[in-house]
């Protein structure tokens, strides 16, 4: 007898009495009989088939879905949570203590440039890895399939135009905010303008990064949202307080160990109840999740080839390219080449994290194969996938469920951190230091600190609010960052390439972008494009647990399909703009790059207040790369190879504070410039 010969019924899901007999759960069934009464048999690793057992007669109408009891962390689970956060406060304490600590704001916000590539790769990985990717990779790979492993190589195009175009220009001039670039390049509004939209889109940004998988872990286990908030934000502010970017950098090298260690447990757990990596890419494979050759061009598919190699790398572009937190990294390394090599180690991490991330939807698909939690009703939401997967393969064993726990806090607090410690840096280098250029490198140290503070302090506060939201806040935090990091790299596109482009036309093309993305963004979110727009693989409910609410005492759990559920009507969507609201949401940073660059190069075209302005010297991409590399030799390090803090060059160049205590230079005369250049580095 076939399933499409069951009878249907249409009651919605309820909580069976406590007396009914407790069910297999769906990925780890042992036996079941199918609502057509035929004994169905399942086999997992390491059993054996059970014998036969008789189902009673239901009548129509009377089965129901079983919700299974809420599962929760044991204290086991909180212990090693909290030994991760124990070993993070001690590095922090260890950096902030060791040596007499920061004597100055050099040391807290770039580790005095002597940073090696290793630990700053490891932590720049860490970075953008928040738990909204702990817990959001691996819901989109069971939903979406393997092909979600293509924002690898949108990555690895990041890297490479990172490495060639971005890198030596912030290196080479020494820069601790990126910002300042654009008041060298520009004015000084259009360099507050960037670090306005920076803060505020970081700040909400790190509120929902915090809130969001206390939240999420709320939902599904019970975990006091406010302990696990309060927990790991004042932890994190502490320790960025206390220990400044040294603390930061260890921390995430520590926090990336955790995060890969959470996933391999995952997926080697995973792979041998199901019964090996083959069977598994198997199950992937005949659920379409092995889908690599994806090349659909419709921008309103959630995921192709297209939407990574372009939008994806635009959008780590906008992250790694000209980012505070990114660039404060590499610029904190020792010389160019040690700053290289720690975006290579990032690629390499990032590879890792992502493909583990990935493993794991296809291992969570093969374990729910038969029914789906989300169809099922046992998770309301799909982030919640990855912690109820935890839960049930890890029943059993005490304390793994909390590496898991560590895994998707660690991504909390590496995210976080870095961004306090990026909102501080550019607070003191753009608003503080330009207005009180007398201060004593100790005032700005313990400025710095207290900036981080009140800056983490912030966070915690935007979190609490966050819960004011509801629903949709991980939507919410890739939204703030593409709306707001699109618009900027276009405005370093503009100043570094651009010659032509003049100040009003870049504050123009950063406006346009913004109100582009932002209107797309809004309309994506009020509109959201159906399922099938979006490309979401089907998900089965075939085998899922039911009970027969007319049996009585003596009722049997059986597996069957689900109960038809009355989708609720899709809203109303407008008729010319719909599609454009569809579009996938990688395409919004793409989008405000691209309406940035072309609008700031038409504006700078018009004649009147717009008109071209030649740029002052060596502020362009091939300015830098010329002058630098035509320098000679200083002992056995080229300046292009030496820290900034001791290569003279940078200091030459227009706008350019002496020291930390010292007055601004004035901006050199036109004709001075290259020979100022060339007489404070040696030559």
């Known amino acids: 007898m076939s399933v499409d010969n069951c009878t249907e019924f249409s009651p919605p899901p309820v909580l069976p009495p406590s007396d009914a007999p407790v069910p297999p759960r769906p990925g780890l069934a042992t036996r079941a009989v199918s609502l057509c009464h035929v004994p169905i048999y399942q086999r997992m690793p390491g059993q054996g088939l059970p014998p036969p057992a008789a189902a009673t007669l239901a009548t129509p109408g009377s089965l129901e879905v079983w919700v299974p009891e809420r599962l929760t962390f044991s204290l086991w689970d909180y212990g090693v949570f909290g030994l991760m956060l124990l070993i993070s406060t001690g590095i922090g304490l260890f950096h902030g203590l060791a040596k007499g600590g920061q004597k100055t704001s050099e040391d807290f916000f770039t580790g005095g440039r002597r940073m090696s590539a290793l630990p700053v ?19 989109e790979a069971y939903r979406y399939g393997a092909k979600f492993l293509w924002m690898c190589v949108g990555q690895l195009l990041n890297t490479l135009l990172t490495a060639q175009l971005f890198l030596p220009v912030f290196y080479r001039l020494g820069l601790t905010s990126t910002y300042e670039y654009l008041e060298r390049r520009f004015s000084r509004s259009v360099r507050l303008c960037g670090t306005l939209q920076y803060v505020v889109a970081t700040m909400l940004y790190t509120g929902i990064v915090i809130y969001a998988p206390a939240l999420i872990l709320n939902q599904v286990t019970g975990l006091d949202i406010w302990a696990s908030l309060l927990s790991t934000g004042v932890i994190c502010t502490f320790y960025t307080t206390i220990g400044g970017m040294k603390a930061v950098i260890w921390t995430d090298v520590f926090q990336v160990v955790v995060m890969l260690s959470g996933f391999i447990a995952i997926v080697i757990r995973g792979v041998l109840l199901v019964g090996g990596p083959a069977r598994v890419l198997g199950i992937a494979a005949n659920g379409s999740r092995v889908n690599f050759g994806d090349f659909n061009p419709d921008p309103r598919s959630r995921y192709t080839v297209w939407t990574f190699l372009l939008g994806g790398t635009l959008v780590w572009l906008s992250m790694y390219g000209v980012n505070q937190a990114q660039v404060q990294r590499y610029v904190a390394c020792r010389t160019e080449r040690e700053a290289r090599m720690a975006l290579l180690v990032n690629q390499v991490g990032l590879f890792c994290i992502v493909s583990s991330a990935v493993a794991c939807g296809l291992v969570m698909f093969a374990l729910y194969k038969d ?5 099922a009703g046992y998770i309301s939401a799909p982030d919640q996938y990855m912690p109820y997967l935890v839960l049930d393969i890890f029943e059993t064993s005490p304390g793994v469920p909390g590496l ?13 951190s870095t961004s306090i410690n990026a909102m501080a840096a550019i607070t003191v280098e753009d608003l503080v230091k330009p207005r009180l250029p007398a201060l004593s490198p100790r005032r700005l140290t313990l400025i710095s600190k207290g900036l981080s503070l009140i800056y983490g302090t912030s966070c915690i506060t935007v979190a609490a609010l966050a819960s004011l939201l509801g629903g949709g806040v991980l939507q919410g935090s890739f939204t703030v960052m593409g709306v707001i990091s699109g618009p900027l790299l276009g405005a370093f596109v503009l100043g570094m390439f651009l010659p032509m482009c003049s100040t009003a036309g870049v504050l123009g093309g950063l406006g346009a972008g913004f109100a582009l993305s932002f209107w797309v963004a809004v309309g994506g979110t009020l509109y959201p494009p159906s399922a099938a727009t979006m490309g979401v693989l089907p998900a089965a409910g075939a085998l899922c647990p039911l009970y027969n609410r007319t049996a009585g005492a003596n009722r049997t759990v059986l597996l069957g399909p689900l109960p038809p559920r009355q989708q609720p009507p899709a809203p109303p969507r407008p008729a010319v ?34 008109k071209r302005t030649r740029p002052p010297p060596g502020v362009l991409w091939w300015d830098i790369a010329k002058q630098t590399s035509s320098l000679s030799p200083t002992a056995t390090k080229t300046p292009g190879e030496e820290p900034p803090a001791k290569a003279e060059a940078p200091q030459a160049l227009p706008v350019r504070p002496d020291g930390d205590g010292g007055p601004p230079r004035a901006p050199p005369e036109p004709g001075a410039a290259t020979d100022l ?6 030559v």
Request: glycine share 10%.
């Open 677 to 682: 250049l060339l007489r404070e580095t040696h």
């Open 577 to 610: 703009v719909g599609d454009f609201y569809a579009i996938s949401y990688l395409y919004y940073g793409a989008l405000g790059t691209l309406t940035t660059v072309v609008a700031g190069v038409l504006l700078s075209s018009l004649p009147g207040p717009t």
């Open 404 to 416: 898991f726990l560590a895994c998707a806090y660690s991504g909390t607090l590496s995210t976080a």
């Open 121 to 139: 790769g490891l932590s720049l990985s860490a970075s953008f890895m928040s738990a909204v990717q702990v817990l959001g990779v691996p819901a």
């Open 371 to 375: 029914c789906d939690p989300l169809l």
